[in-house]
């Protein structure tokens, strides 16, 4: 039960390396997911395959025109099964862990990347289902937030990932951001790895990999605090990080790691 991204777009040439190297790369290999890119200006009928024209109403830039749009995704469409459309815009739904996980439920998406001022608005009407931005910014074009959603998405596919590991063990499916890690060398021009890390005591480890992860949840994303799902133990360790924190306004020598200043990651 492979996953299917299509992706239309002007640049196809930017997805040849960026979606082929590594574990998505062993991915398509091994057949879980299936990328394609197509062309937009292949479904120009014109001698000088334009693609883009100016806006109605005036003002800068170009808009890309609805026929070549229409035409490359009705040729998708055409080919076979159901398939969801997605048009990557600032104006659409946040992108999220949330979101990654919903769409990684459907068997076949279409990926519409837009340039210049972005697609003829009955584009979106006609032939869109879902708008996702991918953060608060501007790109130059869609084809690199598409990317973005298909790395996040094909993690949840199983078996991408290899056997041993899931996406859903991810810190974000528990709404924390991720301890610290470590490995060799021991000492590094004198910065040296946390003490309970080489002792082999599992649940020391385990107590301590939870207690950074929740300070650094606490000291960088507190939004995330309050919508994890905390039990007594993390609460009794967010109280000692807390006091620890306190302790260090007052000068406490042995409270570095409460200090946020202090904390790079
Ligand atoms: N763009 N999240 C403008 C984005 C974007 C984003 C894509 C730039 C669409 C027309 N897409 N084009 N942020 O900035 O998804």
């Known amino acids: 039960m492979r996953m299917r991204f299509d992706i239309l777009t002007l640049f196809p040439n930017m997805f040849s390396s960026p979606l082929r190297e590594s574990i998505l790369g062993k991915a398509i290999e091994r057949g ?14 014109d001698k000088h395959q334009v693609v883009d024209d100016t806006p109605y109403g005036g003002g800068q830039g170009m808009v890309m025109k609805v026929e070549p749009v229409a035409r490359a995704i009705e040729s998708v469409k055409a080919q076979n099964s159901p ?40 584009v979106k009407d006609l032939f869109v289902d879902e708008e996702i931005s991918i953060g608060d910014y501007v790109l130059t074009g869609g084809e690199l937030a598409a990317m973005v959603l298909v790395d996040a998405v094909s993690r949840f596919i199983p078996g991408v990932l290899g056997s041993d590991r899931s996406a859903v ?29 080489l002792s082999g005591n599992h649940s020391a480890i ?14 960088r994303r507190p939004d995330l605090l309050e919508k994890a799902n905390l ?34 990651s």
């Open 231 to 264: 039990s007594g133990e993390d609460r009794k360790l967010l109280e000692e990080i807390r006091k620890s924190n306190d302790d260090c306004g007052l000068g406490n020598a042995d409270c570095a790691a409460g200090s946020s200043t202090r904390d790079k």
């Open 83 to 122: 398939v969801w459309t997605i048009y990557l815009t600032p104006q659409g739904t946040p992108f999220n862990q949330d979101l990654a996980r919903r769409l990684s439920t459907q068997p076949h998406l279409i990926l519409l990347c837009g340039r210049y001022e972005g697609v003829d608005e009955r």
């Open 169 to 197: 063990e991810d810190s974000f499916f528990n709404s924390l951001l991720e301890y610290p890690q470590y490995t060799r060398p021991f000492d590094f021009k004198g910065r040296c790895v946390p003490e309970v890390l």
């Open 32 to 45: 879980l997911i299936q990328i394609q890119t197509i062309n937009i200006r292949d479904f120009t009928l």
């Open 206 to 219: 385990s107590l301590w990999r939870r207690k950074e992860a929740l300070r650094r949840t606490w000291v």
